[in-house]
């Protein structure tokens, strides 16, 4: 059946999240309490107060305790300088009981979230944005890789759609989602294109994907109209509009036109956390690998699991 036959078909992030807690990554910890007698601790830092980041954290620690990983959240106020947040950030480098540092973007106007990422030890960069890292997956290399462009990039392996030839584009251009998601479907030979604010108009872009991922953070940008027939949509975006949490996509509109489309929530949101666990794993293997041989070995079988999600049996029939 082709995929124009099988119209509007939900991307269930919440499903695949189940499927890969219970079959890659509750193995995976059990391993390392085997062998390492301890599992990785996660250092999340949020700086005064984003409702997005509060859903994430929400879904972030439900996930967690699922698995008996440990995650502390430390809250800073918003009036937080620099200054203040390298020294937090540079104390928990040091700090051998933490594995991964995350902190949460958007961060308040007056820090630099470029000078921020920067800080973050490449071993302990669970989001993959310190300048190592980004070299890394800009040339395609294993390494630790942006969360939200790895979950976007399981979801569609999940859901066995196939990437080579045909054309994503990608709305939005930054380096936590629209960047890394580039590279990543780059490496899967897709074609790409990214708009972003200035490119205008949107829709005439839009209209040409076959896979179009929407990063924006504008509620609803992706309307009626905006896509072809058979497209298909991850939507990214977590938006609030009176309490309540909206995509970039509006998912009722597009249910007719696309074939497969992500919701929000329950959409690429807990594929982020999945790869979040994912990659604290991964700097904790790091970490405790004594040779650069074992290195190599885990970045491998971490690229191995993660390649392999379209071709075993971790996949939607
Ligand atoms: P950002 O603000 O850093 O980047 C937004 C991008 O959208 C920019 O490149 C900008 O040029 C582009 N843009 C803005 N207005 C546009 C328009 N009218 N038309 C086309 N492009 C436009 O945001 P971000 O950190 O990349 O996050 C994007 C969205 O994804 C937000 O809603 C954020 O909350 C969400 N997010 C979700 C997850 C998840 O797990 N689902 C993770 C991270 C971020």
Redesign the pocket.
């Known amino acids: 059946m082709s995929l124009n036959e099988v119209k509007s078909k939900k991307i269930d992030g919440r499903l695949f999240a189940q499927e890969y807690l219970d079959k890659v990554l509750k193995p995976r910890c059990e391993t390392f309490v085997d062998i390492y007698k301890k599992l990785p601790k996660l250092s999340t830092i949020l700086v005064g107060e984003s409702p997005?980041s509060e859903s994430?954290l929400k879904l972030k620690d439900k996930f967690f305790a699922k698995l008996c990983v440990e995650s502390e959240v430390f809250r800073l106020p918003e009036e937080t300088t620099e200054e203040e947040l390298l020294a937090f950030i540079d104390k928990q480098n040091h700090d051998n009981q933490i594995d991964g540092i995350l902190v949460q973007?958007?961060l308040p106007s007056h820090i630099n979230e470029d000078t921020i990422s920067e800080s973050i030890a490449p071993s302990k960069d669970v989001e993959g944005l310190s300048p190592g890292n980004v070299h890394a997956w800009a040339k395609a290399l294993p390494n630790l890789v942006p969360a939200?462009a790895l979950?976007v990039l399981a979801l569609l392996k999940f859901y066995k759609i196939p990437i080579e030839g045909k054309h994503a584009v990608i709305?939005?251009?930054?380096m936590?989602?629209?960047k890394p998601v580039t590279h990543l479907l780059l490496k899967e030979n897709a074609t790409v294109t990214v708009?972003?604010?200035?490119?205008k108009p949107?829709e005439e872009y839009t209209k040409q994907a076959d896979i179009l991922i929407a990063?924006?953070?504008?509620p609803h940008?992706i309307k009626k109209g905006m896509i072809k027939d058979g497209a298909i949509v991850v939507d990214?975006?977590?938006?609030f509009e009176n309490g309540k949490m909206l995509g970039?996509v509006d998912y009722d509109d597009l249910s007719e036109t696309a074939s497969y489309i992500s919701p929000v929530p329950g959409g690429?949101?807990p594929a982020?956390v999945c790869m979040l666990v994912s990659n604290l794993l991964l700097a904790f293997e790091l970490k405790h690998a004594k040779k650069s041989e074992e290195k190599l070995n885990c970045l491998r079988d971490y690229y191995a699991n993660y390649d392999t999600i379209g071709e075993t049996g971790f996949c939607i029939e």
């Open positions: 997005a994430y973007v958007p939200t979950g709305v939005g251009r930054s936590i989602v629209g708009c972003h604010s200035r490119s949107l990063a924006v953070g504008r940008l990214v975006g977590i938006n970039d690429s949101g982020t």
